[in-house]
C-alpha cells in the first residue's frame, strides 16, 4: 500500500461520511412526517430496523428544537 492509495481510500471514506450524514438527516425528516402523517410507530420501525426508542426519540428532536439533533437523530446514541 502506497501513500498515494491511503490517501485515495481515506478520501473515499471522508466522502462516504459526509453522504451518510445527509442520509441521515433525511430519514430522521422521513421518520417524522410518517409521524404527522399518523402512520403506525410499529410500520416506521418495520420499515427503517430501528427501534420504538429511536424513532420516538428522533420524532422528539423536532418538538423540542434540540441544540444537538445528532443526539437525537442518530440511531447510534441509542445502541450499545
Do not use: N, W
Not at 399518523?38 to 434540540?66: F, H, M, N, W
Amino acid at each position: 500500500m502506497d501513500k498515494g492509495s491511503l490517501q485515495y481510500i481515506a478520501g473515499r471514506f471522508r466522502e462516504a461520511e459526509t453522504r451518510a450524514e445527509f442520509l441521515r438527516i433525511e430519514l430522521a425528516e422521513a421518520i417524522r412526517q410518517a409521524d404527522r402523517e399518523d402512520l403506525p410507530q410499529k410500520d416506521i420501525c418495520e420499515a427503517t430496523g430501528y427501534t420504538r426508542q429511536q424513532v420516538r426519540r428522533i420524532v422528539k428532536a423536532a418538538a423540542t428544537d434540540s441544540d444537538d439533533p445528532q443526539s437525537a437523530d442518530s440511531p447510534r446514541h441509542d445502541e450499545a
